[in-house]
């Protein structure tokens, strides 16, 4: 059974700082894995999606590592922001579960960024 | 181009009850998937829809149904209602196949008193 980890579970940063979030699964049999920002009371926005076959992604001042054989996936925000803070999810589609992509989510980590 | 949709918003009931909550996909998308997602955890996946038909479920008991239409919306039912059924139920919606981003609705959220 995959099991997702996150660490930390909160995290709080001056502006302007550089931060990383990691992200940790069990099984390697991936699909993808999806970067998700949660707003409180809100649903989920994808900010990242990394396929199986490769090792990062990039939008903005945000890049997301995989590293699958590790099972280790980590979050870079770069010159952190007030409004960067929310909860970040990490999110894995087994191989297992077919067409169907379930997804297996770690607990997140909830991000402050201090103004 | 409309996003994932989802109703009611918020609603309250009553242990014992039945609820329904509804969803539409994105535009263009054909899989809907619904998750519970409890107070500071991550979502957990309760079932997937495609063509009409539930394709996988997650360990969660036969008092969660759904329901797909032909125009690719979704239902989510709950019957006989506990107190640990308050949650933030979120619809998910995709095209078919492994490469593609999923795209997650504001949700609604459920009291159960």
């Known amino acids: 059974k995959q099991e997702v980890t996150q660490i930390p579970a909160a995290l709080s940063v001056p502006e302007g700082e550089n931060l990383v979030l990691n992200c940790s699964f069990t099984d390697s049999a991936i699909y993808n894995l999806q970067w998700f920002r949660q707003d409180p009371g809100k649903g989920l926005t994808s900010l990242l999606l990394?396929?199986?076959?490769?090792r990062e992604q990039t939008s903005g001042r945000l890049n997301a590592s995989l590293d699958k054989s590790s099972g280790r996936s980590t979050l870079y925000i770069a010159a952190s922001q007030p409004g960067d803070s929310a909860t970040y999810l990490c999110?894995?589609?087994?191989?297992?579960?077919?067409?169907?992509?379930?997804?297996?989510f770690g607990s997140g980590t909830q991000l402050t960024v201090l103004p | 181009d409309a996003g994932v949709t989802q109703s009611p918003t918020h609603l309250i009931k009553t242990r014992g009850q039945q609820v329904t909550l509804r969803c539409s996909p994105k535009s263009g998308h054909d899989t809907v998937s619904w998750y519970q997602q409890a107070l500071g955890q991550g979502p957990q996946f309760i079932f997937q829809?495609?063509?009409?038909?539930?394709?996988q479920r997650g360990n969660f008991p036969d008092r969660f149904s759904g329901h797909q239409f032909p125009n690719y919306s979704s239902e989510l039912n709950v019957n006989a209602l506990l107190l640990g059924d308050s949650a933030l139920y979120l619809c998910a919606s995709s095209l078919v196949g492994a490469g593609n981003t999923i795209y997650f609705g504001e949700g609604s959220w459920l009291t159960v008193v």
């Open positions: 829809y495609y063509e009409e038909e539930e394709r």
């Open positions: 990394i396929q199986s076959s490769q």
């Open positions: 999110a894995v589609s087994q191989i297992s579960s077919g067409s169907a992509r379930q997804l297996t």
